[in-house]
């Protein structure tokens, strides 16, 4: 069982930079493929960026290319989305999450343990 805390969202403007936190619990932690999925009002959940376990393979969404960068740090059992060159499109509501099984990176239906979310609003 994994349990999984954001944090570090807020108002900005855009161009501006954020630097999103997921705290991470759990023995099966280091097994996980972290990923960072992203809900704007209205619209389904989108994917963002994942990791793999030993943080040498990461995929992004084609709309955060060059601008977001995922990162994991299993001593600290944390998982960070650094985002640079935000844009108001960017705003969503940001969720970290642990998939257990290789493959289907960019579903978001295929991630099985979830945190709380965090607000990223950006405003023009």
């Known amino acids: 069982q994994v349990q999984l805390v954001e944090s570090g969202g807020g108002l900005v403007q855009a161009g501006d930079s954020l630097r999103l936190s997921c705290a991470a619990s759990?023995?099966?932690?280091?097994?996980?493929?972290m990923g960072w999925v992203r809900q704007a009002p209205g619209k389904e959940r989108d994917f963002v960026a994942t990791i793999a376990w030993g943080g040498g393979s990461t995929y992004y969404a084609d709309s955060v290319k060059g601008r977001f960068t995922i990162s994991r740090d299993n001593a600290k059992n944390t998982v960070y989305l650094q985002m640079n060159s935000l844009k108001p499109e960017d705003t969503a509501v940001y969720y970290c999450?642990?998939?257990?099984?290789?493959?289907?990176?960019?579903?978001?239906?295929?991630?099985?343990?979830w945190g709380q979310g965090t607000q990223v609003t950006v405003s023009s």
């Open positions: 999450a642990c998939k257990m099984i290789s493959g289907y990176y960019s579903d978001p239906r295929r991630y099985n343990y």
């Open positions: 759990g023995r099966t932690f280091s097994r996980c493929y």
